[in-house]
């Protein structure tokens, strides 16, 4: 992965001299790790004029699932603990003779942007803005496998809870067992909070568990995601608890499934972001259920777990091949409960079969 990583740090070299500034330092994790394979705690990565560096306040641990930093970069352990890597990256960049350094300032706070300044006082401070964010989106087949391990590990883990006997149990111990079997299939641990929801609280978006019982005739709503050698993926999936679904169950489950369908069906490279938020909207839109949605029908995945793009009604830009998504429509009905259902996916041309779809545990309505 070496040379990966390499190619990545040279694709935003060209951007930063493009913009007039020979060096970079990058603090944010996610994008840390892209760069350089691995991202210690508080580390940053320069980006010098002269040789690029890991700075890291301790030596890295040696866990698989906090990744292994290049070999080809050199680190830089600062000598005493309690030290700023950002602030010690800056005075490496000054004496490395570069006149401007880029900087993330969305992700710097004000009084590090400042400590950094300070610092260096002859580096002209610029913003990078998300250019590596932006590099990000399209993955390869390496972080696509990742993905799709991900992927097998949050599947096994709902299959086996679904499984076993669920009436009776509250939302937070259910969620406290998914995310053990995930780690118990290999994960790193969970992407997410795991949301279990169930009766009036199935769902909603974002559901914290609490200690509500699941019951008879209850819908069941999850949302879970596994993390493989930092890569996250997603799985949303809304079940009925009792032997027969409710006819109103039935037609909202029905509604939502038609939505995400539309919605997965136009993934395609080229595909403008806001085109495929409106395939799944103007489903339960035309159903009468405008108030109830959420405000965008999916996001991209990776090191993290809501990346660019956002697939939103005013969202700009369109589609690569390569990029993973997810599709997770829902309608929450105060009072009532909901459906949500959600995939991650990656977006494949049309000649290499469509998308393809990472979760792959069933989306029928099943009566547990």
Request: with cysteine; charged share 25%.
């Given at each position: ?352 079969g469509g998308p393809e779809l990472l979760t792959i545990t069933t989306k029928e309505l099943l009566a547990l």
């Amino acid at each position: 992965m070496s040379e990966v990583h390499a190619i990545r740090r040279s694709r935003l070299r060209e951007r930063c001299n493009a913009a007039g500034a020979p060096a970079a330092l990058v603090s944010r994790p996610a994008n840390v790790r892209y760069l350089a394979g691995a991202a210690p705690q508080g580390a940053v990565l320069l980006l010098g004029g002269q040789e690029d560096l890991l700075v890291c306040s301790a030596p890295p641990d040696d866990r698989p699932a906090e990744g292994r930093p290049d070999e080809s970069l050199r680190l830089h352990v600062l000598p005493s603990p309690g030290g700023d890597a950002a602030v010690t990256a800056a005075g490496l960049a000054d004496a490395q003779g570069s006149d401007a350094l880029a900087v993330e300032e969305h992700d710097l706070t004000v009084a590090r942007y400042r400590a950094v300044s300070s610092v260096a006082p002859r580096l002209r401070l610029a913003d990078l803005g998300a250019a590596v964010e932006q590099l990000r989106v399209v993955k390869d087949e390496e972080e696509i496998s990742c993905l799709r391990i991900g992927a097998e590990i949050a599947d096994q883990a709902l299959g086996e809870l679904l499984e076993s006997i669920l009436v009776g149990r509250t939302e937070r111990h259910l969620a406290l067992e998914l995310e053990r079997r995930l780690v118990d299939h290999g994960a790193d641990g969970p992407a997410f909070p795991t949301s279990v929801a169930t009766g009036p609280n199935s769902g909603r978006r974002g559901h914290r568990p609490t200690d509500r019982r699941v019951e008879e005739g209850d819908f069941l709503s999850v949302c879970l995601g596994a993390t493989y050698r930092g890569y996250r993926c997603e799985i949303g999936r809304t079940f009925v608890i009792g032997t027969s679904p409710a006819d109103w169950q039935i037609e909202l489950y029905d509604l939502v499934f038609s939505a995400q369908r539309a919605g997965r069906e136009s993934l395609m490279p080229g595909a403008a972001y806001r085109m495929v938020d409106r395939a799944a909207r103007q489903v339960l839109d035309s159903a009468g259920y405008a108030e109830a949605l959420p405000p965008l029908t999916g996001h991209g995945v990776g090191l993290e777990i809501d990346e660019d793009p956002q697939l939103a009604p005013a969202a700009m830009g369109k589609l690569d091949a390569c990029v993973p998504v997810t599709v997770e429509p829902g309608v929450h009905l105060p009072g009532r409960g909901g459906v949500r259902i959600d995939d991650t996916l990656v977006v494949r041309p049309e000649a290499d079969g469509g998308p393809e779809l990472l979760t792959i545990t069933t989306k029928e309505l099943l009566a547990l």
